[in-house]
């Protein structure tokens, strides 16, 4: 066989910059060039671009304010009874990021979630956020949108009793000190 060797040999790959590569499964740990046309080829949720924690933020806190401009009815409802520390004197806040996830209320100084769930919940994904919830310390509470509709004093009646062993617990510990408002 002859070689022809007057071919220069092409020079080789440069490395991938950050975000435009992944590692292969090779012992080095060398990267491996993928070629994406489009965010939508790359299985993560980058695009394979890489994005830094503070865009991470920002998408999450806009998808938050989009979220609080199109509330559901029991969203609705519910918040007219929590709002401007109408429910026992707490603060809650509506539709707002708490770590990776975008929470419908939190209650801050109790570490208190709550959920109103319409039929897409309930599922593996909201048992992994929940899991991540509890991890971090709160409590989370979940209300499906027919009874927060059909049945709202009853469930601002379960959130009363949470609250109120949460605040007996934490006065315990020395959480919450006096005068208070998160």
Do not use: Y
């Amino acid at each position: 066989m002859m070689v022809d060797e007057s071919i220069e040999p092409s020079p080789p790959a440069p490395l991938p910059r950050t975000g435009e590569g992944r590692r292969g499964s090779f012992p080095s740990g060398a990267f491996l060039r993928t070629e994406a046309t489009s965010i939508d080829d790359s299985p993560s949720p980058s695009g394979g671009r890489g994005v830094g924690e503070r865009e991470r933020k920002a998408r999450l806190l806009r998808h938050a304010k989009a979220m609080r401009s199109n509330p559901t009815e029991a969203e609705q409802r519910l918040w007219h009874h929590l709002r401007a520390k109408r429910f026992m004197g707490l603060k809650f806040k509506r539709q707002s990021p708490v770590g990776p996830f975008i929470a419908d209320f939190v209650c801050l100084q109790l570490k208190l979630i709550i959920e109103v769930d319409g039929g897409q919940h309930g599922g593996l994904k909201d048992k992994r956020r929940d899991a991540w919830f509890a991890r971090q310390g709160f409590r989370v509470l979940r209300f499906w949108n027919n009874e927060v509709l059909g049945q709202t004093e009853a469930v601002l009646e379960s959130i009363c009793e949470v609250v109120g062993a949460l605040s007996s617990e934490r006065e315990r510990r020395g959480l919450i000190e006096k005068g208070e408002n998160g």
